[in-house]
C-alpha cells in the first residue's frame, strides 16, 4: 500500500508556461496599463476640452500627415507578419531563413522609425512643439505672435535662395528691393517736406488770426492738418500701386520667387495689422481642406470681422515656415509627443533585440534552441503593432 503511494502520479498546479513567457506576459500587463493610461487621458483631453469656439486642431492645422500614418500601420503589420515567419522558420530547423526574415523585420522597424522622423522634423521646422505654439492671440501673446512671424519673415525675405529662388530670381529681386527703397524714400521725403511745410503754414496762420480770427484759428489750423495728410496719404498710395505693379512683375518673369515676394508684402502691412489679422494673412479666412468652408479658426475672431483675405500666406506657399494660431495646439503637441515618443521608444527597443539576434547569426550561434528567444521578442513586437493600430485613428483621423 505504502508503495503505491509513493507511485501515485504528481498534480502541477499553475499555468503550463515556460518562466520566460510568464514574465513576458505580466511585463506585457504593465505596459497595457501604461498605454492605457495615456491614451484614456487623450480621449478625455480629446473629447472634453476643446468647444464651438476653439475647436481642437485638425491634422493639416499640425501638419499631421495621414498618409505617413498610414504608411507605418501597414510598415508594422508586415514586420509583425516578417517576425512570425521567423519564428516558424526556425521552429523548422530553418536557421538561414529564419534570420533573413528577421532582418526584414529590422529593415521594417528602421523604415518606421525613419518616417516618424520625418513627421518630427516637419512639427519642429513649424515650431509645433509644447509650449511654442500660438493658441490665443490676445494681450501679451498677441505681442509676441506678431515679432514672431516677422522674424520669421524676415528671414525668409534675406534668404530668398533658401525658399526656392534661382540665382537669376534673386538678382531681379534684389534690383526690385532697391527700386522699392528708392520709392519709400521719395515718400518719406516728400512726407518731411510737406510736414515742415505745415508747420510753417501753421506758424504763419497762427500770427495772422490770433488777433484778427482767434475763433476761427482751431478751424484753419485743423484744415492744414488736413490738407497735409491728404497730400501724404495720396503719395504713399501711388508708391505703393507702382511698388506692387513691380513686385506683381518680378513674380511674372522670376515664379521661383513668389514665396519671398509675398512674404515681403506681408512684411510691409504689418505694422498696421492687429495680431488676429496678421493670422488671417498667414492663414487666409477659408479653409485649406475645402475653400467654401470658413476656417474655424478665425471664424470668432471679433478683430477680423469684415476683413478681407482672398488668400492666405500659407494657402499660396504650404512650405514656408510661417506660424498660426492653432487653439489647444500645446495641449495637443503635448499629447501626441507623448503617445508618440514613449511607442517610438519601445520600437526601437524591439530593434536592438532583433540586431542582437542577428549578430548571433553573423556569428553562427543562433540555433533552433532560440526558438523561445524569437516567439517572446515576437510577442512584444505584436504589443507594440496593437499599440500604433491605436494611435494611428486617434491622432490622424479622427
Known amino acids: 500500500m505504502a508503495h503505491a503511494v509513493l507511485d501515485e502520479p504528481k498534480l502541477h498546479m499553475g499555468l503550463p508556461l515556460p518562466h520566460g513567457k510568464l514574465a513576458l506576459w505580466l511585463f506585457l500587463v504593465t505596459e497595457i496599463m501604461f498605454f492605457t493610461g495615456l491614451i484614456g487621458t ?6 472634453g476640452t476643446p468647444s464651438t469656439l476653439y ?23 508586415c514586420s509583425s507578419l516578417s517576425v512570425v515567419l521567423c519564428h516558424f522558420a526556425l521552429a523548422k530547423g530553418q536557421v538561414k531563413r529564419a534570420t533573413q526574415y528577421m532582418a526584414i523585420t529590422l529593415a521594417l522597424g528602421c523604415v518606421f522609425l525613419g518616417i516618424k522622423a520625418y513627421e ?3 512639427k519642429i521646422s513649424h515650431d509645433i512643439l509644447p509650449g511654442r505654439i500660438f493658441e490665443r492671440l490676445d494681450g501679451d501673446n498677441g505681442r509676441r505672435y506678431v515679432f514672431h512671424v516677422e522674424k520669421q519673415l524676415k528671414h525668409i525675405v534675406d534668404e530668398p535662395e533658401h525658399h526656392g529662388a534661382t540665382a537669376d530670381a534673386k538678382k531681379a529681386w534684389d534690383s526690385f528691393k532697391d527700386e522699392a527703397g528708392k520709392k519709400n524714400k521719395e515718400v ?23 488777433k484778427a480770427a482767434p475763433s476761427k484759428l482751431a478751424e ?8 497735409t495728410e491728404k497730400e501724404v496719404t495720396a503719395k504713399k498710395a501711388e508708391a505703393a500701386e507702382v ?35 496678421l493670422n488671417l494673412e498667414v492663414m487666409g479666412t477659408q479653409d485649406i481642406d475645402d475653400p467654401a468652408k470658413p476656417n474655424e479658426h478665425v471664424k470668432p475672431c471679433d478683430e477680423v470681422k469684415g476683413y478681407k483675405v482672398d488668400k492666405g500666406l500659407l494657402q499660396k506657399h504650404p512650405d514656408l515656415h510661417v506660424s498660426y ?29 532583433f540586431v542582437i539576434i542577428l549578430i548571433m547569426a553573423a556569428r553562427g550561434t ?6 523561445a528567444l524569437v516567439e517572446y521578442t515576437g510577442l512584444y513586437w505584436h504589443f507594440v503593432d496593437i499599440v500604433w493600430i491605436f494611435l494611428f485613428p486617434l491622432l490622424y483621423l479622427v
Open 188 to 210: 518719406a521725403d516728400f512726407t518731411a517736406a510737406a510736414e515742415k511745410k505745415r508747420t510753417e503754414a501753421v506758424d504763419k496762420i497762427k500770427k495772422e488770426m490770433e
Open 120 to 122: 518630427y522634423y516637419g
Open 325 to 353: 494660431a492653432i487653439s489647444f495646439g500645446n495641449l495637443w503637441a503635448s499629447c501626441y509627443f507623448a503617445m508618440t515618443g514613449f511607442h517610438a521608444i519601445h520600437v526601437l527597443g524591439g530593434l536592438v533585440v
Open 366 to 371: 543562433f540555433q533552433p534552441r532560440h526558438e
Open 220 to 227: 484753419a489750423v485743423n484744415a492744414e492738418f488736413v490738407k
Open 55 to 77: 475647436p481642437w486642431p485638425r491634422p493639416h492645422d499640425v501638419h499631421l500627415a495621414e498618409w505617413a500614418g498610414a504608411v507605418n500601420t501597414f510598415v508594422l503589420i
Open 42 to 47: 487623450y480621449i478625455i483631453l480629446r473629447n
Open 243 to 277: 511698388i506692387e505693379k513691380q513686385r506683381k512683375a518680378v513674380i511674372e518673369k522670376n515664379g521661383s520667387i513668389a514665396a519671398v515676394a509675398d512674404s515681403w508684402a506681408l512684411l510691409q502691412k504689418l505694422p498696421s495689422l492687429t495680431p488676429k489679422q
